[in-house]
């Protein structure tokens, strides 16, 4: 394997992306969790603090005062819809009665007969007395046989007649009344049989003659005749229109009993407004991804601000040298506990290489390459991590070849002359640890001392 195929073995091996962003967010989940915990315990207090600072006052939140508005307003509404079915349930029942019941609601329309029998009341030609009353004597006597007449609508006759003594229902088919210009008392009977119009009727003048007539001359002598007299079969429209009147007011009773109903059910099923929580764990909640958002955006600033190295092309980006082997590290530095132990296998665990595999790999290079050549290891690690690869390559070659370390030369800057000597110098940075500018320092401090630098090694 000769130098490019190195360089492009190591180039392969791994691609900057944003799951490389991720785990390196994830990897520090312990103090995204202390900072989501901090922000927990904030907003958490916060939130009681202010709930028991109003309480302290005995004033109720702007929560409570509205849970308290919305309350009345849903037993309001729910005690108004049921009060409501309950009155138009109650006319509901009476229109139905009323319709049941009523005669003239009942008529056979287009058999109606109606018949009237038209009175004539005039003064006697006696001396009539003086009655201290602002009304024509002839007009006070058409009032007391209007008057008189309604007390005699339900008697015996009439209710055995009619069937029914109730007398709202007596006088929608009997009515009595007076024209005061003509000086006439009229009575007027409706019903389905020409018989009961008649028998009514005359019974209605027998109350006029035997009962009215006397107890009413001791108001003002008068004489009373019967000027008209009539029976006929018609149609009355009216009864139509009544009955229409009746059945469109039950028909809007029975759809305002329904909507109002509506409402109530509407109002149980949504139920009635719950108290107001304190809301206290839903804060903390908040809080807690919140600042944990914010701690994670931090670690993902400071990836992308620091300059860490992380892979092999950002490095050949910005330094004109190959880039022989990198290696697929670990980045958990305390003991791992389970939940790094599966960071790690869902980063690393299809592409992980061995260690030894990455030593071989090394060992493979200068061997094929820099035989009986003084190999100088330096780089952004510390002396001890550039003894062990040092040791770990020299194992793996397994004869003697003359390797040698040496300490970051921009802390030990009297170094540059032993790499200055040697025949290949390889430099080393530690991914996500050396920063590409120390790294970018050190090869242009190995430029200036024109020492032979060959390549780039990623541990």
């Known amino acids: 394997m000769n130098i490019n195929e190195y360089e492009q073995y190591a180039g392969e091996e791994e691609e900057f992306s944003i799951k490389d962003i991720?785990?390196?967010?994830?990897?520090?989940?312990r103090s995204c969790i202390v900072v989501a915990l901090a922000g927990a315990i904030l907003l958490g207090g916060y939130q009681y603090w202010k709930i028991w600072s109003v309480h302290k006052e005995g004033e109720l939140t702007e929560e409570e005062q509205?849970?308290?508005?919305?309350?009345?307003?849903?037993?309001?509404?729910?005690?108004?819809?049921?009060?409501?079915i309950q009155n138009y349930t109650e006319l509901l029942n009476e229109r139905n009665e009323y319709l049941e019941k009523s005669i003239y609601l009942n008529l056979d329309y287009g058999h109606e007969w109606i018949g009237s029998r038209t009175y004539y009341v005039r003064l006697s030609d006696m001396e009539t007395?003086?009655?201290?009353?602002?009304?024509?004597?002839?007009?006070?006597?058409?009032?007391?046989?209007?008057?008189?007449?309604?007390?005699?609508?339900?008697?015996?006759?009439?209710?055995?007649v009619l069937g029914t003594d109730d007398i709202t229902l007596i006088k929608e088919v009997i009515q009595t009344n007076a024209?005061?210009?003509?000086?006439?008392?009229?009575?007027?009977?409706?019903?389905?049989?020409?018989?009961?119009?008649?028998?009514?009727?005359?019974?209605?003048?027998?109350?006029?003659?035997?009962?009215?007539?006397?107890?009413?001359?001791?108001?003002?002598?008068?004489?009373?005749?019967?000027s008209f007299d009539s029976i006929s079969q018609q149609k009355d429209k009216e009864v139509l229109n009544a009955r229409d009147k009746v059945t469109a007011s039950i028909t809007d009773y029975e759809k305002k009993i329904a909507d109002n109903q509506k409402i109530v059910d509407k109002l149980i099923r949504d139920e009635?407004?719950?108290?107001?929580?304190?809301?206290?764990?839903?804060?903390?909640?908040?809080?807690?991804?919140?600042?944990?958002?914010?701690?994670?955006?931090?670690?993902?600033?400071m990836y992308i601000l620091q300059g860490y190295i992380h892979n092999s092309d950002e490095v050949k980006s910005?330094?004109?040298?190959?880039?022989?082997?990198?290696?697929?590290?670990?980045?958990?530095?305390?003991?791992?506990?389970?939940?790094?132990?599966?960071?790690?296998?869902?980063?690393?665990?299809?592409?992980?290489?061995?260690?030894?595999?990455?030593?071989?790999?090394?060992?493979?290079?200068?061997?094929?390459n820099y035989t009986d050549k003084n190999v100088v290891f330096t780089g952004d690690c510390s002396e001890d991590?550039?003894?062990?690869?040092?040791?770990?390559?020299?194992?793996?070659?397994?004869?003697?070849?003359?390797?040698?370390?040496?300490?970051?030369?921009?802390?030990?800057?009297?170094?540059?002359?032993?790499?200055?000597?040697?025949?290949?110098?390889?430099?080393?940075?530690?991914?996500?640890?050396?920063?590409?500018?120390?790294?970018?320092?050190?090869?242009?401090?190995?430029?200036?001392?024109?020492?032979?630098?060959?390549?780039?090694?990623l541990i």
């Open 66 to 84: 509205s849970y308290i508005y919305e309350l009345e307003n849903y037993r309001n509404s729910l005690k108004n819809a049921q009060a409501n």
């Open 129 to 160: 007395s003086q009655q201290n009353t602002s009304l024509d004597p002839t007009d006070a006597l058409l009032n007391a046989y209007v008057n008189g007449m309604g007390g005699h609508l339900s008697d015996e006759v009439v209710t055995s």
């Open 385 to 457: 991590e550039l003894k062990q690869l040092q040791g770990a390559v020299a194992d793996a070659i397994g004869k003697t070849v003359t390797i040698s370390t040496c300490k970051n030369l921009l802390d030990y800057p009297e170094g540059l002359s032993t790499c200055t000597e040697a025949d290949v110098v390889l430099l080393v940075g530690k991914r996500y640890v050396s920063k590409m500018q120390t790294l970018i320092e050190e090869y242009s401090m190995l430029q200036i001392g024109k020492a032979p630098i060959s390549g780039i090694i």
């Open 272 to 301: 009635e407004p719950k108290a107001p929580g304190k809301h206290i764990v839903r804060y903390a909640a908040i809080g807690f991804v919140l600042f944990g958002c914010i701690m994670a955006g931090f670690y993902l600033v």
């Open 318 to 368: 910005v330094i004109p040298l190959p880039v022989y082997a990198q290696k697929t590290i670990v980045r958990a530095k305390r003991d791992r506990n389970w939940i790094d132990r599966l960071l790690i296998q869902l980063e690393f665990g299809k592409k992980k290489q061995s260690d030894q595999a990455f030593i071989e790999r090394i060992a493979a290079l200068i061997c094929e």
């Open 179 to 226: 024209d005061y210009s003509a000086n006439i008392f009229k009575v007027s009977v409706i019903s389905n049989g020409k018989e009961t119009v008649e028998l009514i009727l005359q019974h209605l003048d027998d109350v006029v003659q035997q009962t009215l007539f006397p107890m009413v001359s001791e108001l003002e002598p008068h004489l009373v005749s019967i």
């Open 22 to 29: 991720l785990f390196h967010i994830l990897y520090r989940w």
